[in-house]
C-alpha cells in the first residue's frame, strides 16, 4: 500500500494596508530606529486599522482568499479549516468556524489552535496527520494574528516587535515522498511566567480593576525570552537534522518564525547554514505570531523548487517550540 503523506500544494499571504514604521514609534515611547533596528532587525510592521477591516477573521480570511484565487480551487472542496492563532475573534465561537463559512468552504469542519508563535508549526502537524488518515483530501490551515489588538503601546518591550497578518497553506496527499518527512516538538508550561498575558482568561476575567492595570495587553521578559528562544530553537533544528540525515548541503531553505534577527542568524548558525538559505521578511512585517511561517512561503513561493528540503523552526509564549522537515512538492 503507498504511504500518503501531508503536502503543501498552494500558499496564500495577507497583511494590512496600514504601515508602522520605526520612527512613528519614537513618537510612542522612548525608542529609535537605529535601536530597534540593530536589536530586531525590524524596519516596519503592519496595523489593521478598524476601517480596512476588523479582528483576525479579516486577515485569515483574505489569506485564504489570496490562497483560492491562486490555487483556482472551489471552497467546497475544503475538507477542514485550522485557523491558528493567539487573537481568536472571541473566546467562545472559533474564529476558525466563522472563517470557514465566509470563504465559502461549506463542507468543512474547523478548529482554532492555539501555541503563541508556534501555532503554524503545531498546525502542520495536525493538518498532516488529518491527510494521513486518508479520511480528508484538502486541509486549509491558516496562521492570523492581529496583535495590535493586545500590543501596549507605552510598552516598548513589545509593541517594537509585534505586527499584523496572516498566510495560509493548503495540504493534500502525496505519494511522491513529498510533503511533511519529520518533526520534533516541545513545550514548558512553565513559560508562561516570562511571556504572556494575564488578563482576559479563566484565571483573571475582565474587571475594571484588570483593564485599569492594563492586563489585557502582552507582556514579557526579554532577556529571558530572548535566551530560551536562541537556545531551544537551534536545538531543535539541528536535531530534525541529525535524525533525517541533513548535512548542510542538503537543506535548501530554513524557514524560521520571524522574532528577532538575531534568534533567526543563531539558528542559521547552529544549522551551519548560509545566510542565503535563511527566509527572511521580519524587517518588513515584524513579529507576525502564527503568521509568520506561511507569509515567508507565500513571499518566496516563486524561488522554492519541488523537491527542495525545507526546515521550519519556531518558539512562542507558554513555552511552545519545535522543527518540521519538510520537501516542498510544486514549482
Known amino acids: 500500500m503507498t504511504k500518503i503523506t501531508a503536502a503543501i500544494t498552494a500558499v496564500g499571504g495577507y497583511v494590512p494596508q496600514f504601515v508602522m514604521t520605526n520612527k512613528m514609534l ?5 525608542t529609535n530606529d537605529e535601536w530597534i533596528t540593530s536589536r530586531t532587525g525590524i524596519k516596519e510592521r503592519r496595523v489593521l486599522k478598524e476601517e480596512e477591516g476588523e479582528g483576525t477573521s479579516y486577515l485569515a480570511i483574505k489569506a485564504a482568499e489570496d490562497l483560492i484565487e491562486k490555487r483556482g480551487i472551489n471552497p467546497a472542496e475544503i475538507d477542514l479549516v485550522i485557523v491558528g492563532t493567539a487573537t481568536p475573534d472571541s473566546m467562545v465561537s472559533s474564529t476558525a468556524a466563522f472563517v470557514a463559512s465566509e470563504i465559502g468552504a461549506v463542507n ?8 503563541a508563535c508556534s501555532s503554524f508549526l503545531f498546525g502542520m502537524s495536525a493538518a498532516a496527520g488529518h491527510i494521513e488518515t486518508g479520511r480528508y483530501k484538502k486541509v486549509l490551515l491558516i496562521g ?12 516598548r518591550t513589545t509593541c517594537i516587535i509585534f505586527g499584523d497578518g496572516a498566510g495560509a497553506a493548503l495540504f493534500e496527499p502525496n505519494t511522491e515522498g513529498l510533503g511533511l518527512q519529520d518533526e520534533y516538538l516541545r513545550a514548558d508550561g512553565n513559560g508562561r511566567k516570562f511571556l504572556g498575558m494575564e488578563g482576559g482568561g479563566s484565571i483573571m476575567p475582565a474587571t475594571e480593576e484588570s483593564v485599569k492595570n492594563r492586563k489585557h495587553f502582552i507582556f514579557q521578559d526579554g532577556k529571558t525570552v530572548f535566551k530560551f528562544a536562541v537556545s531551544n530553537m537551534a536545538d531543535v533544528a539541528a536535531k530534525i537534522m541529525e535524525r533525517n540525515n541533513l548535512k548542510e548541503d542538503d537543506v535548501k531553505w530554513l524557514v524560521p518564525h520571524q522574532a528577532n534577527k538575531r534568534i533567526i542568524d543563531a539558528t542559521a548558525r547552529r544549522m551551519g547554514l548560509d545566510d542565503s538559505k535563511v527566509m527572511m521578511n521580519i524587517q518588513y512585517y515584524g513579529n507576525t505570531t502564527s503568521a509568520t511561517l506561511p507569509l515567508l512561503l507565500n513571499d518566496y513561493e516563486s524561488q522554492i523548487k519541488k523537491g527542495d528540503n525545507l526546515v521550519f523552526a519556531a518558539f512562542g509564549g507558554g513555552f ?3 522543527s518540521i522537515y519538510l520537501k516542498w512538492a510544486y514549482n
Do not use: H, N, P
Request: net charge negative; hydrophobic share 45%.
Open 26 to 30: 519614537e513618537d510612542l515611547v522612548d
Open 108 to 115: 468543512a469542519f474547523g478548529y482554532d489552535l492555539l501555541a
Open 144 to 155: 492570523a494574528d492581529k496583535m495590535s489588538s493586545i500590543i501596549d503601546y507605552t510598552d
Open 320 to 322: 511552545t517550540w519545535g
